[in-house]
């Protein structure tokens, strides 16, 4: 006869664990954990179902924020945990201090447990950004026995821990941060929301490589994960969703960081300016399923030492597979040093966007502005051929939110009411506004007038090359 197999289960509340442990990790009580059989677990009373009912539809409730309920696939679902990450100071804690309030305004409990500021610290913030803290239920957050207590008394709609990474359970003999510790109270909090059908947020400190928590430690086992990051310097924040077994992945919701808190914002807004210079021309990539209006721009300055490339916000290869092709088609860019970013700080890497940067990159390098109230959309290969993208009348309605009335494309592209399209095979075609002239190329070529001037049958190759394509 084999070995009967044994389990460890809370008679409580039935979580099963790994090993004995003196309180159960799921509903924080004493002396609960025994031996069972498997046999008798298999009988011991478990309801087996059907697995869709009517009615099984998930629930979801609005945090107040429109775009933070649209990345989170309609809002919070009762029973589920989603993890808030980003870097310190970043504001995970006034989003989460936000949310809490605004579920709370609209009746449901709400517990809060902070592990990295005391009670008074709270209240402080609460008050700074005009948040009625009254209804807020707050716990220490330091002990994970204490919060899983305070959880079963209280039973919130919303357990909020800010963070997981100082949460610490006794019965694991590591200091709070490390991955046992965060993997273990990560697993009684999993476990606490689906036994009582609590929501519960985390947040959750990135590492100097940009992982949540260390390598791959809460991913797994949540079924949210959110990534709030940003420029502290601009104010302008990115809620971003990863993995979302409740929704799609990849939105994206644009907040605001005020003296008041934070802000749901239109980015295009602050991402593209009423009037271009020169080096500016507008794109229209997609975050997630939302597309933007962003402003790219671009500096070429003439040098006599070995070109730079440095880029901000925007892809560096794309950025010099871009500028090679704009030497192919006659634009002085090569022997230049050159520069470029996005507006607002956001990270653009859409392949949608290479063609606003040609034209950023050929304005800048003859000082001429892109046409009035023109968008740029096309993806530019190796041949300088321009490629169509997915999801054009999205782009299209969101560029004519943002005042644009003309938009350079590939062939085929239909437009709509309000926008024009000018189709565009080549990158060169999108260009002919530029028009280079005969002394800018000089000046990015390091070659004085007069010394064109006076060459005339034995002129250099290049000069001649130059002469033939009309500059």
Known sequence: MGKVRTLLVCRDCGQQLARWAGRCPGCGGWGTIEERAATEMAAGGVEVTVLVHDGDEDQRVSTGFAGVDRVLGGGLVPGSVALLAGEPGIGKSTLLLHVVANLSAAGLSCLLASGEESRGQVASRARRLGVDGASVSFVPGRELPSVVAAAHTSRPFLLAVDSVQTLRDPDSGQVPGGPAQVRS??????????????????????????????????????????????????????????????????????????????????????????????????????????????????????????????????????????????????????????????????????????LALAAALASAATERPPPEASAFVGEVGLTGVVRGVAAMPARLSVARAAGIRTVFAAPGTEGIDGVRIVPVHHAKEALTWAGASRRRVERAEGVRSTDLNEQSNGRPEWAKRRSDLGF
């Open 185 to 354: 109270c990560a697993d009684a909090l999993v476990g606490l929301a689906k036994a009582l059908g609590i929501a519960v947020v985390l947040t959750g400190h990135v590492t100097k490589d940009g992982d949540v928590a260390g390598p791959r430690t809460l991913e797994h086992a949540v079924d949210v994960v959110l990534t709030f990051d940003g420029d502290p310097r601009s104010g302008l924040r990115m809620l971003t969703g990863g993995k979302n077994r409740f929704g799609a992945e990849g939105e994206v919701a644009w907040l605001e960081m005020t003296a008041r808190g934070l802000h749901e914002i239109d980015p295009s807004d602050v991402l593209v300016s009423n009037q271009l210079e020169p080096g500016a021309a507008v794109a229209l990539p997609r975050a997630g399923r939302r597309a933007l209006a962003v402003e790219v721009q671009a500096l070429v300055a003439p040098t006599q030492g070995p070109p730079r490339r440095h880029v901000t916000g925007l892809d560096p290869r794309r950025f010099h597979l871009v500028a090679a092709v704009l030497e192919r088609a006659s634009i002085p860019v090569g022997r230049a040093d050159l520069f470029g970013a996005s507006a607002g700080g956001i990270r653009v890497d859409d392949p949608a966007c290479d």
